[in-house]
């Protein structure tokens, strides 16, 4: 295996220190990164932090990835270190990973999930890593379906656009794929989105601040929204049978 020269060792550091850098400017400016601020603290001319990253929305974009794979990291750490077995507990679990990272990194959860960031367009690359949760919510799933789980009816038919699109997702790799009989493919994927937005929307709304003088014990009230999700999404044994809508 080949060693990386100095010139290269030196590029790579340097450019983890614009990247720590500009993480202790999100918290104090937001997404209004100013290179010129970055550059200054970072001992460079703006001139030369071009050579690193051409303009905003490249360290832009390097934010935001490094903040999803920490987010996801933070989530299939915690779900990781629950028996297989249980999936409840499974899932409980990686809300609070999730839960956990958002409270300790308000303003890179902010740059995520909060106020789309003016005159700036993700590009393919954040795709990936922003499907990283989705994917093991998907992955308990079929756990729970492996052990006799499967997920609850849903309450009406899916709409034949939502199915269409559904269905072209599941057709895009790496996106797993559901092979059971007991519950069509696109039913599958439907109940897992519920369970993404369902536990973003929960800790959206206790990171920017909307469960302010209405839920103090939010530990609490955030178990039970997840276990309810457990129970409809049929990771709990005696859950409703599932359907095929």
Known sequence: MSVPSMRARVRA???????????????????????????????????????????RDALLTVLITDAYAAL????????????????????????????????????????????PVPRYSAPPETVGPASEVLKALIGILFDGAERGLHPAALP???????????HRLLGQGPMPKPTHAETAPETFLAIAFTLWTQLFGLVNFEVFGRLDDLIEERRQYFEHQMLVMADFAGLTPGSPS???A
């Open 72 to 115: 996801a990291a933070s989530a299939k750490a915690a779900e990781a270190a629950v028996p297989r077995h249980d999936m409840p507990s499974r899932l409980l679990a990686l809300g609070h990973g999730v839960r956990s990272w958002a409270l300790d990194h308000p303003a890179e959860y902010a740059l995520l999930y909060g106020s």
């Open 13 to 55: 550091e340097t450019v983890d220190e614009i990247r720590a850098i500009a993480k202790r400017h999100l918290a104090t400016d937001g997404a209004n990164l100013s290179l010129r601020a970055v550059a200054r603290d970072a001992g460079l001319v703006p001139s030369a932090l071009y050579r690193y990253f051409p303009n």
């Open 156 to 166: 009406r038919q899916l709409p034949a656009a939502t199915r269409a699109e559904l």
């Open 242 to 244: 599932p359907n095929s």
